[in-house]
């Protein structure tokens, strides 16, 4: 998880030669002075995560990653994450660290550095950091102070430009596993593997009686230009699946009806190819989008937060409409985040009504696949250490689902990616979802070996082969550094096209307890405390008493609440047997949160449908 930012800190001159003479490279002279802060304030920020990524790759000896991004957040957030050495999150001791340096006064800087080096034991030497960035238009600004900062303490740097969070972490993991740290992965590197797994993967499936069309939501942000990328590397070889982009976030539209396609290309309003934007994207290069509308009423967050469409579908209903080739139970959905490390998905049933699967039905559905390929490989169950890591947001009903019907464990952390994949990793095969739709797996060298063995072995029946094969590319499908919405995405649809499954039967697996989020301001969020698992509130005393007093009038009830950790707000989660009883509840537990723990502003609303 990144650090906390210091948003409400004034503009500061860093002493850039300060740093420089002590710390620089003669032989990479760079820069003037200094460097400007500008209007948003964060750059300061982003210098120091220039300086704090070169200490740790120093520490390492490995690639570290510098991703500019706020996520799912309002375009005029920023943010930043610092990629670990093995294309995983910053470990945690390294984020207190980061967040001492975020938030030090310039003249503590110096000490900060030194405190580092003599904890870490690092001697600074050849170090190489690889830069990327999301569609906010600070981004440039905010780029320019994390490089000096790098250039400040003598590190290198390759800047990859626009890319997803995930393709980050994939450039890290990959140069990392390979001991030459001078070579550079290329974006190149990750939708081939994407596209080659995907292809062999679909090799095994039956051809769908129908074609099937995915509209792809990419939030108006970085997600839109690669899943453009994506969707017409498959086309080369995929006939029956079509993805449909929509809010890419182009000439300033918003919520733009504007990815189409027409005669197989994608166009956008102004009949701008997109593929011009592909070309002009050379694979290192830099180009701003000039996007607009970043995560705003669409999004995975705003889809699974509301539990609504978002806006700027119109263009898949529209094309349905006009092909013969399509059916209704093809047609199905998915949003990204603003960084598209987030997905989930959606349809309209027979009565236009509006059906989500959100993380925790993605983790039923590749739980599913696996368990049956397992069984069908005749590996018994407990050959291998098999596991879904969910947070206390899961559905209750998905948690059954797994532990009952796939009768696999389940494992609860806290909220926050770090968390999940830290306990995934301790498994063989660790599937981990948040709810809100960030997830990945996680396979042990062991099972890799076994399934890459079985795939092989002419002793066995074709159907094992096959099966292990198809396990294969299944693993070569999956992003195993990070959540992934485009890989995640092709894991979905591998597994509808393994079953001749519809969205509508993936849906039927279990059904989803009605449930409500809401978010409170109070006074001061760090006064509510949790249980580490966070289902039992801590702090303000009382308020759990009364919560459970509260849940124990609805029948399946369960709530819970917890400070959010990157908005200044706590938030709540109900789920009851019926939506109106789950608003009830997280409405009731709102009102009781604002007025037991000093609320601020007007008191919560009931839920509007
Ligand atoms: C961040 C986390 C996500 C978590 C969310 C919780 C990463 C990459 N993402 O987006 O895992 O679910 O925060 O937000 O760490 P909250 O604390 O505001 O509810
Ligand atoms: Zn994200």
Same mark, same amino acid.
């Given at each position: 998880m990144s650090p906390i930012l210091d948003q409400t800190r004034t503009n500061e001159i860093f002493h850039y030669n300060l740093l420089f003479s002590k710390y620089?490279?003669?032989?990479?002279?760079?820069?003037?002075?200094g460097f400007r802060t500008n209007a948003n304030q964060l750059d300061h920020v982003m210098f120091r995560m220039g300086i704090l990524a070169v200490l740790y790759a120093n520490y390492t000896k490995k690639v570290a990653g510098i991703m500019i991004t706020a996520s799912? @957040?309002?375009?005029?957030d920023n943010g930043v994450k610092i990629i670990g @050495? @093995?294309?995983?999150?910053?470990?945690e001791n390294w984020e207190s660290y980061a967040t001492i340096l975020a938030n030090c006064k310039d003249e503590e800087i110096v000490n900060s550095i030194d405190m580092i080096m003599s904890d870490f034991i690092i001697r600074l030497g050849n170090s190489l950091v690889y830069l990327a960035h999301d569609?906010?238009?600070?981004c440039p600004v905010l780029l320019e102070a994390c490089i000096l900062g790098i250039n400040a303490m003598g590190g290198k740097y390759q800047n990859y430009g626009l890319l997803t969070t995930p393709q980050l972490h994939f450039m890290v993991y990959t140069a990392n596993s390979d001991s030459d740290i001078s070579y550079y992965p290329a974006e190149r590197d990750y939708f081939d593997k994407l596209k080659t797994a995907f292809f062999n993967f679909s090799q095994d499936c039956p051809d769908p009686p129908y074609r099937i069309l995915v509209g792809v939501d990419?939030?108006?942000?970085?997600g839109a230009l690669k899943m453009e990328r994506l969707q017409i590397l498959l086309r080369e070889n995929i006939k029956y699946l079509e993805f449909t982009v929509v809010n890419m976030g182009l000439n300033g539209n918003a919520t733009g009806d504007i990815g189409y396609i027409k005669h197989g290309r994608t166009t956008n309003s102004n009949n701008h190819t997109l593929n011009d934007e592909i070309e002009n994207n050379n694979e290192m290069g830099t180009i701003q989008s000039t996007q607009s509308g970043l995560n705003l009423n669409c999004g995975a967050d705003y889809v699974k937060v509301n539990m609504k469409p978002p806006t700027g579908l119109s263009s898949v209903h529209d094309f349905r409409k006009e092909s013969?080739?399509?059916?209704d139970q093809n047609v199905h959905y998915a949003s990204f985040d603003g960084d598209a490390d987030r997905i989930v998905f959606y349809y309209f049933d027979k009565n236009h009504e509006f059906n989500l699967l959100d993380g925790d039905k993605i983790a039923a559905l590749i739980a599913y696949y696996i368990k049956d390929t397992l069984k069908i490989c005749e590996l018994a169950p407990n050959d291998f250490d098999l596991g879904v890591v969910q947070t206390a947001y899961a559905n209750g009903s998905s948690t059954l689902y797994i532990r009952d019907n796939l009768n696999m464990k389940v494992y609860f952390t806290p909220t926050g990616v770090k968390h999940l994949h830290h306990k995934a990793a301790q498994l063989d095969v660790g599937i981990y979802f948040e709810a809100n739709g960030h997830g990945t797996v996680l396979y042990s060298k062991k099972f890799v070996q076994k399934i890459a063995e079985l795939s092989k072995d002419g002793t066995k029946s074709s159907k094992i082969n096959t099966s292990a094969r198809n396990m294969m590319n299944f693993i070569n499908l999956t992003n195993q550094s990070v959540g992934d919405a485009l890989s995640d995405l092709l894991l979905v649809e591998a597994i509808l096209l393994k079953y001749g499954w519809n969205i509508t039967h993936w849906n039927s697996m279990y059904q989803d307890l009605p449930n409500r989020l809401m978010k409170i301001k109070i006074n001061d969020r760090t006064l509510v405390k949790t249980s580490p698992d966070e289902t039992i509130c801590l702090s303000p005393p009382a308020l759990q008493e009364a919560i459970d007093s509260l849940v124990s009038r609805y029948p399946k009830g369960r709530a819970f609440l917890r400070p959010s950790g990157t908005e200044d707000v706590v938030r709540i989660y109900a789920e009851a047997e019926s939506q109106e009883k789950a608003d009830d509840l997280a409405h009731s537990i709102s009102v009781l949160a604002f007025d037991m723990a000093a609320g601020v502003g007007d008191r919560p609303l009931r839920p509007s449908k």
């Open positions: 620089g490279k003669k032989d990479i002279l760079y820069g003037t002075a799912h @957040n309002p375009e005029c @050495n @093995n294309g995983e999150m910053l470990e569609t906010r238009k600070s990419t939030a108006n942000g970085v013969p080739f399509f059916e």
